[in-house]
């Protein structure tokens, strides 16, 4: 249920009117745009009464929200969410809105020069944060796994050379602790629906990138976010990364219908990853290009300085050269589309 509150209220009539509802029993999400002011209720509300809200004289309308998202819902919030992440020299780096950023970097760590090396030249191209990951899902158990702390201590190093922030993929809650250091916890497709996981990622106080599941439908991946949401934590962001269809020729089928469904949807950023959903190099020229079209807020690409010889998904990385002329494409699609990059 969303209360749409009238221009000009004073805040403490506004907390008043918060408490009593709290006092129900129900939660209140407050977002306070420059046109509007809402209070999203959240909670069984069949035993609100309507008509007695409507009466209050700070309220200018009460809608029911059908949905069974409500906290990343639109209609909770109209405004973009933005989320920021601390950058160098005490620059934020922005995703949401206006604001366009792209991730890149190697599928795995793998070594301190490789990921070093990566760092370093996709943010000569433009790239504003680093990935890479350190604790792989792997669909065999005889493949690399990752270098687990190391890797994400190799990260770290990383970082200090280049000022990025680093973003890595969290498999198992009882890691929790070896990520306080990275800036961007991304729960990878196949954890989209590890619950208890969402929950503790609605507390633990970091932007989290959610990607979405191999065969989950978008209702199911806004459900999803709204676990993280519901413990607190509003710094979502959403990734679509191609999903499970009968087609063959790519690694996924990238859903782009979902870039507009979820910006239409939900408030929170949508970012697109073109690398799993084609799982060729050459797509990810036109998939970039495309998502950018379609509305996303930000890119994220793999990138390997041996392809050939990668640890994890070198068929599908591009190298630093190809990278640098992915994000020409990229910046003026970007630009055509009046954000910022
Ligand atoms: C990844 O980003 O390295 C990854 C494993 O992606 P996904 O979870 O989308 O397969
Ligand atoms: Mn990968």
Redesign the pocket.
């Known amino acids: 249920m969303i209360v749409i509150l009238k221009q000009n209220t004073e805040n403490a009539r506004i907390e008043m009117l918060i408490n009593k509802i709290e006092k129900m029993g129900l939660s209140c999400h407050y977002s306070a745009g420059a046109h509007t002011t809402i209070l999203g209720i959240i909670g069984d509300t069949s035993t609100v009464d309507i008509n007695l809200l409507r009466a209050n004289e700070i309220v200018e309308d009460v809608k029911r929200v059908s949905e069974p998202y409500k906290a990343v819902n639109r209609k909770f919030q109209p405004e973009d969410t933005i989320v920021r992440i601390p950058g160098s020299e005490g620059k934020e780096v922005c995703i949401g809105g206006d604001f366009f950023c792209v991730i890149a970097g190697p599928?795995s760590v793998e070594s301190e020069e490789q990921i070093v090396s990566i760092a370093k030249d996709v943010k000569k191209s433009g790239a504003t944060l680093l990935?890479g990951?350190a604790f792989?899902?792997r669909t065999s158990p005889y493949a690399f796994q990752g270098l687990h702390s190391q890797g994400l201590e190799l990260l770290l190093t990383a970082k200090q050379e280049t000022g990025l922030p680093i973003v890595s993929?969290i498999m198992d809650l009882s890691h929790l602790d070896l990520f306080r250091d990275v800036d961007v916890i991304?729960v990878?497709?196949?954890n989209m629906q590890n619950f208890s996981m969402l929950k503790a990622l609605g507390h633990c106080g970091k932007p989290v990138l959610l990607?979405r599941g191999l065969a989950n439908t978008i209702e199911e991946f806004l459900m999803s976010a709204e676990y993280i949401m519901a413990g607190g934590n509003s710094q979502v962001i959403l990734c679509e990364?191609g999903i499970r269809t009968f087609e063959t020729f790519t690694r996924n089928t990238l859903d782009i219908s979902a870039v507009p469904v979820l910006n239409h949807l939900s408030h929170l950023p949508v970012m697109v990853?073109p690398s799993?959903a084609a799982g060729l190099p050459w797509l990810i020229n036109p998939l970039s290009k495309a998502s950018v079209a379609a509305g996303a807020d930000g890119l994220?690409i793999?990138v390997h300085n041996n392809p050939s010889a990668a640890l994890s998904?070198g068929a599908q990385s591009l190298t630093p050269a190809q990278f640098n002329s992915t994000m020409d494409v990229i910046k003026s699609q970007v630009l055509f589309e009046g954000k910022q990059i």
């Open positions: 599928c990935r990951g792989k899902p993929e991304q990878g497709a196949r990607k990364r990853d799993h994220m793999e998904d």
